[in-house]
């Protein structure tokens, strides 16, 4: 059976800053890809004319707009491979393959916390505009710092509510993402993507206050598609079992329960 | 034009052969094309019991390369008989198993429990550089290949393949040694093994600190071991080591191999195998070159 999108070329539409360092790049992608793409999906992208650079790079779905077959990634450019794949020009193609991987779900959940931090925001703006459609989705996001922060006003578009916070307070709330909704009811569902500390923090709330939560972890990736074992994560079955899963195949979205971090 | 070749009495529809390690059990190939077009699939390392591998990060791109220490993590060889290769049978796949042990006893015993299935090769690593107890050991000493040799070959009626480490003194050396222990083949290169520092953080990138290094980068090198090889064994020599186009395969076939190895390439293009097949074909098409076997050994040194 052969079902899986292959290696794709796609056009960028545009690329503009985004602030913090951050890229957006917008690419043309076909209906396939929409079809199967789901909040928390990646994709991996080669690194234009650059063939010294084996494997691909793996970056969250950021926005999907399947109505004009319209992509939107956001690019931290931290090494040479994402640098290059940042320069790529207007019209010009970078192959990729995707959506990977599994994606948050949103079950029956009416409430929603969408929590991002750094890098990890950009997923959180696709969950919000998706699972917006039946559940109010508050959206807290935390940066490093004011200049860090970007895609503040498509949040405030699709999310119910938007809870911006700073590490050293230089706007919004003095603070992380989670402390931030202190005061905020408890909602029914918990998505969350950012730095491990974060992640744990969100991971520690979640399991104390009996809520369902969801994590989207990253690690150094080879394949992307789950046959080459490098993007491992440890796992906890219910019989106490520690397992490495492949956090690309089998997540990068995990449950917060069955995740060790 | 004839593309099949024929690896220790096992006769391949091509040379073309995924690397273990690099290629899981098939499924997830087989998401983007049909596996029984392959000459065949080397599955990824079997151990007598289940292998939890290393911890993260097991992965690092160096320059042309990567750099990966997985830890042999793998199902355990009873559950590749009853789950994994069933599957790949019925997919049309012809299987080289891939094993791995801790000491001579344990690669006996794989070979004798695989005995009885419908595998068409094993391959025996004796070069897994990112185990501490084993691989390592005995893959840098040619009197523990020939008794590894001598032990799977008792072991087992299928034919035995040796996978050699690049990590010795004299490859040739090592390839003797598997012959003379009774395999039927000699497969080469493993990774070399390498290292990668993490500045910022002044550790290893890697939490196994040591990695085997693939890919482009340890393509002259493989190319090289694979020719001393072929020239110092009568058995068939399959080659391998940061093959990333049809061209690339043709020149490990001239210089002696049967079939080669496709691994890193798995890594960057799920359709990598076909297309590598569709090139070599394409190679030979252009060059009035009617049967790969053609290509064998056919590098003309003055």
């Known amino acids: 059976m052969s079902n899986a999108l292959p290696p794709f070329s796609a056009k960028l539409l545009s690329s503009r800053p985004l602030g913090g360092g951050m890229r957006e790049l917008c690419l043309e992608v076909p209906d396939e890809f929409c079809r199967a793409s789901r909040p928390g999906m990646f994709v991996h992208l080669k690194v234009p004319d650059a063939p010294q650079h084996l494997l691909r790079r793996p970056i969250s779905i950021m926005d999907l707009e399947p109505e004009d077959n319209l992509l939107v990634l956001g690019v931290q450019p931290k090494g040479e491979g994402t640098r290059l794949i940042c320069s790529l020009r207007e019209g010009g193609c970078i192959e990729m393959l995707g959506p990977l991987g599994n994606g948050f779900s949103l079950n029956d959940a009416k409430t929603v916390w969408a929590i991002g931090g750094g890098v990890g925001v950009a997923p959180m703006l696709y969950a919000c505009r998706e699972f917006s459609k039946s559940a109010r989705v ?18 405030h578009e699709s999310a119910f509510r938007l809870v911006i916070a700073t590490d050293d307070g230089t706007a919004g709330f003095h603070g992380n993402a989670l402390a931030a909704l202190s005061s905020h009811p408890l909602p029914d569902l918990i998505i969350a993507c950012g730095p491990t ?36 994560c440890r796992t906890m079955s219910r019989d106490g079992e520690e397992h490495y899963a492949r956090v690309c195949a089998d997540g990068p979205v995990f449950d917060a329960g069955k995740v060790v971090l | 034009m004839r593309l099949s070749v024929n690896l220790c009495g096992v006769e391949l529809k091509n040379p073309i052969i995924p690397a273990s390690g690099t290629f899981g059990f098939g499924r997830e190939f087989s998401r983007y094309y049909d596996i029984s077009r392959l000459g065949a699939v080397a599955t990824k390392g079997i151990t007598p019991l289940p292998r939890l591998g290393n911890p993260p990060a097991r992965i690092t791109e160096t320059p042309s390369g990567i750099l990966n220490a997985v830890g042999l993590q793998n199902p355990g060889v009873d559950a590749f008989i009853e789950e994994e290769l069933p599957w790949l049978i019925q997919q049309g796949a012809t299987v080289i198993a891939n094993v ?13 429990t695989l005995d009885s299935t419908d595998i068409a090769l094993l391959e025996v690593n004796v070069s897994c550089p990112n185990i501490h107890a084993g691989g390592c050991v005995f893959g840098s000493d040619p009197g523990t290949i020939r008794d590894v040799a001598k032990a799977v070959r008792a072991a087992t009626r299928k034919p035995v393949l040796v996978k050699l480490s690049p990590n010795v003194a004299d490859i040739a050396e090592a390839a003797k040694a598997a012959e003379e222990g009774g395999a039927d083949g000699v497969s080469l290169i493993n990774t070399l093994t390498g290292m990668a520092i993490d500045l910022k953080t002044r550790r290893p990138v890697l939490a196994n600190v040591t990695g085997g290094l693939s890919g482009p980068a340890v393509r002259p090198v493989a190319l090289r071991m694979c020719y001393q090889a072929a020239q110092a064994v009568s058995i068939p020599v399959v080659g391998m080591g940061g093959i990333m186009t049809g061209e690339d395969a043709a ?34 098409s252009q060059n009035g070159i009617a049967d790969v076997n053609e290509l064998i050994g056919g590098l003309i040194v003055e």
């Open chain 1, 197 to 232: 500390p974060m992640l744990k923090a969100v991971q520690e709330f979640a399991l104390g206050h009996n809520l369902h939560c969801q994590l989207s972890l990253e690690q150094r990736m080879g394949c992307g598609y789950g046959a080459c074992l490098t993007c491992s």
């Open chain 1, 138 to 155: 508050t959206a807290s996001l935390g940066f490093r710092t004011r200049d860090m922060i970007f895609s503040e006003r498509d949040f």
């Open chain 2, 100 to 112: 791995s042990g801790n000491s001579v006893d344990e690669y006996a015993e794989l070979a004798e």
């Open chain 2, 251 to 284: 020149a490990f076939l001239l210089a002696g191999c049967t079939a080669v190895q496709v691994g890193t390439a798995n890594l960057s293009d799920p359709m990598a195998c076909i297309r590598i097949l569709e090139e070599l074909e394409h190679y030979c």
